[in-house]
């Protein structure tokens, strides 16, 4: 691989004596990671039932290393939501943010989806998370990964920091911002980004992450935390800035982080105003870590969680009123589902997150969670809604082994076939169709017959 000379140049400054060993990590083969819906089971419940040996990523106690021979998007545990894809240094960002079961909780630059996944999963179905992503088309692929994980309490929006910033000032307890950046540590799995770094350089970038981080300061809340990560190694869009971030606002003060094997601390003379707080960040470089490489930055904001400056308006509902047949449905499930938090949108129904606030005028592509489309004398339920359910609490369920040849062929769009046994277990009408007792989606079943009802967008291919 050749490598921009500005790059290396660069590198060898930074680097200094390790950056021989920094150019050798190019030949190693690429870590591959999987990071535990902990929102749909416990660790110890994955590991009985994981289909591949795994090894523990150090940094983020639900993040496995695979093997290469091993396939997990092949596997319908992944169509069940039970993990996440993902780079093994891009967990570090997620994991290291303090998030607290009914939090409002911001990921501004959240697409496609990775850190958001286990910001719900850190919720457990309580307070509320805003994913955004500027990107209208990168942000259905954002909801598709929240909506797989079972999240329901969300907000997805598609809006720039400075439309959010206006209706949100001081909202939220934690903000997670994976800036764009220049990828410095994607050269290695993606030779695209070389050519993208020697077009744009590294100031572009550094101009976006400020105007980001403007935004976010004003809607962190008195005593919550900011957290800021890239996958880069430049000083000018990491160290200096985390200084730019700290001269918004006097009562902002950057957090002691972990040190785990590997990692190396912020480095204050990569940063322009001298100050020594800047060792509290973290990096990680793919010579000394199995990862592609990582920053990130924990601040604090002074004062009392829960210090109210600015009062948002709450969500304003549209009164429609169910039809008997959807209300009938949801009162049938075990859930403890408000009625009163219920809200129509034509004929589709969304149950809404507690103390949501007002949502009208802004780009959004998902508030709460989709429960179905009321149509004619009947309630039909959505996809959302399935991952959102635990195997009992649906009242007529089929759960097949994972090597049971119809969880392809369900996955697949394909009618199926119940046995005789199950055919016993399960009523005509609508199902909720399992793997190993997870959720995979909705059929509807008919004396043994099971037409598919499982979302066309998101088929085994």
Excluded at 356 to 376: A, D, F, N, Q, S
């Amino acid at each position: 691989m050749e490598l921009p000379l500005a790059f290396e140049t660069k590198m060898k400054e930074m680097l200094g004596p390790d950056y021989e060993k920094y150019l050798a990590s190019f030949k190693e083969e690429p870590s591959q990671g999987l990071r535990v819906n902990t929102g749909k089971l416990s660790l110890e419940e994955f590991k009985a039932i994981s289909p591949f040996p795994l090894t523990p990523v150090p940094w983020c106690p639900n993040g496995f290393y695979y093997g290469r021979e091993d396939k997990p998007a092949k596997h319908p545990f992944y169509y069940a939501g039970l993990y996440y894809i993902q780079e093994p240094s891009a967990m570090t960002p997620a994991s290291l943010l303090p998030v607290e079961e009914g939090d409002r909780v911001l990921d501004l630059c959240a697409a496609p989806g990775g850190k958001s996944t286990e910001l719900a999963a850190k919720l457990m179905g309580t307070g509320l998370l805003v994913s955004n992503d500027i990107s209208n088309s990168r942000a259905k692929a954002l909801l598709k990964n929240l909506e797989l994980f079972g999240a329901g309490n969300i907000l997805v929006t598609s809006e720039p920091p400075n439309v959010l910033a206006g209706r949100f000032p001081a909202f939220f307890d934690k903000i997670l911002i994976d800036a764009p950046c220049s990828g410095e540590g994607m050269f290695r799995k993606q030779n695209s980004m070389i050519k993208a770094w020697e077009k744009n350089g590294v100031d572009l970038f550094v101009g976006l992450q400020r105007s980001i981080l403007k935004e976010a300061v004003a809607m962190l809340k008195p005593g919550g935390k900011l957290l800021y990560s890239t996958c880069t190694f430049s000083k000018e869009e990491n160290e200096r800035s985390i200084e730019y971030l700290l001269s918004l606002d006097d009562s902002l003060h950057l957090e002691e982080l972990p040190m785990y094997p590997g990692f190396d601390k912020g480095r204050p003379e990569w940063g322009l105003t001298g100050n020594e707080d800047l060792s509290r960040c973290r990096r990680l470089w793919p010579h000394r870590i199995k990862g592609e490489g990582h920053f990130v930055a924990m601040a604090g904001k002074d004062g009392a969680l829960g210090e109210k400056t600015v009062p948002v308006p709450e969500y304003g509902y549209s009164r429609c009123k169910l039809s008997s047949e959807a209300e009938a449905f949801i009162k049938s499930l075990s859930y403890p589902f408000d009625l009163s938090r219920m809200d129509a949108q034509g004929d589709r129904v969304f149950y809404i997150p507690e103390h949501m606030p007002e949502v009208k005028g802004l780009r959004i592509l998902r508030c709460g969670l989709y429960m179905g489309e009321m149509k004619k004398k009947r309630f039909e339920p959505s996809q959302a809604l399935a991952m959102f359910l635990k195997a009992g609490e649906f009242p007529n369920t089929v759960s097949f082994p994972a090597e049971d040849e119809r969880v392809i062929r369900y996955l697949k769009g394909e009618t199926i076939e119940l046995t005789k046994q199950e055919k016993t277990e399960c009523k005509d009408g609508i199902c909720l169709i399992c793997v190993e007792g997870f959720s995979l989606g909705f059929g509807k079943l008919s004396k043994g017959t099971v037409k598919n009802r499982y979302l066309p967008g998101w088929r085994w291919m």
